[in-house]
Nanobody
Framework: QVQLVESGGGLVQAGGSLTLSCAAS????????MGWYRQAPGKQRELVAAATTGGTTTYADSLKGRFTISRDNAKNTVYLQMNSLKPEDTAVYYC???????????????WGQGTQVTVSS
């Protein structure tokens, strides 16, 4: 079994910062892409940022410059540093990872349980 456990969410004032963490554990051979998505009430889940094992990163255009994704491959952990937070950043943030459990196994998509980020004005 594989688990993704997120931490670091909470309540912050506009203009503040938060750092989210997500650690993957369990039967893991390798991890390809790790990333963050978010879902605000009444809206679809959207990509926030993603990072490959090699360090290539992708961001939602609207978040470039405020959010930074990073990985610690040795710890199977991905981070999301969020700066200059706005009320519209309020959402549940989900960790996502493409994980291979065996050397010749398939890559499978895993999700964390989500962590709430609330930005007050």
């Amino acid at each position: 079994q594989v688990q993704l456990v997120e931490s670091g969410g909470g309540l912050v004032q506009a203009g503040g910062s938060l750092t989210l963490s997500c650690a993957a554990s369990g039967s893991i051979f390798s991890i390809n892409v790790m990333g963050w998505y978010r879902q605000a009430p009444g809206k679809q889940r959207e990509l926030v940022a993603a990072a490959t094992t090699g360090g290539t990163t992708t961001y939602a255009d609207s978040l470039k410059g405020r959010f930074t994704i990073s990985r610690d491959n040795a710890k199977n952990t991905v981070y999301l540093q969020m700066n200059s937070l706005k009320p519209e950043d309020t959402a549940v943030y989900y960790c996502n990872a493409d994980i291979r459990q065996r050397a010749w196994g398939l890559l499978r998509d895993y999700w964390g349980q989500g962590t709430q980020v609330t930005v007050s004005s």
